[in-house]
């Protein structure tokens, strides 16, 4: 309660009730900008123990249709000749295939469009397993992950619907590791 010299009666401050759930929607709006995004994850029916039929740990330099994109001490990339491949009936931006050592280690995947991202999740779910979905759960959304862990193969996939790009990886669980072993904290 305030007293203005001027006015002889006190001001009392009330909240609107209108206000007052504006401010609580508000504020649980924030709050839901900082939880993280919801993870679908799934257990992998089939690992493949690789990808494109080439073994976790082959040589790289050995597969035919491969070109060396980039090279360092330890790190190789790698693309196919002809181009980016499809992935069932989805037509990826970019697929790039790493080494570490020598080793086939890790695959990139990166593709645009929410019809595209629909025909790669269809075409994962078919060869690897369904994604577990529990009720109520949200399938759409400004950011999707999606997870299938086998026990060579590891795949993570995560779609930006905001922008409509989606970002694959698919890595070797015993191989990627080492990657955190020869990237300097320097090099991010």
């Known amino acids: ?9 006190p001001i009392h401050f009330r909240w609107a009730p209108a206000r007052h759930s504006v ?8 709050t839901t900008l900082l939880l993280p995004a919801p993870s679908h994850a799934g257990k992998m029916v089939n690992d493949p123990k690789g990808f494109y039929g080439i073994p976790w740990g082959a ?9 060396l994109m980039d090279s360092s001490e330890h790190i190789k990339e790698y693309k196919f000749k002809d181009g980016p491949k499809r992935l069932g009936d989805a037509e990826v931006e970019r697929i790039r295939f790493f080494s570490i050592d020598g080793k086939f280690a890790r695959v990139y995947i990166r593709y645009g469009g929410d019809t595209t991202h629909g ?19 949200m399938v759409r959304g400004l950011n999707q992950q999606y997870n299938w862990r086998g026990g060579d193969t590891e795949i993570n996939m995560t779609y930006h619907g905001y922008g ?9 669980r015993t191989l990627a590791a080492r990657f955190l072993d020869v990237l300097s904290d320097a090099s991010f």
Do not use: C, K, Q
């Open 23 to 30: 401010l609580l929607l508000g504020l649980a709006w924030a």
């Open 1 to 9: 309660m305030l007293r203005t010299p001027h006015l002889t009666a």
């Open 59 to 67: 040589s790289l330099a050995n597969v035919p249709d491969m070109i």
């Open 119 to 137: 025909l790669v999740l269809a075409y994962f779910e078919s060869r690897f397993g369904p994604i577990d979905r529990i009720p109520r759960a």
């Open 164 to 172: 409509e790009r989606g970002y694959i990886y698919v890595e070797s």
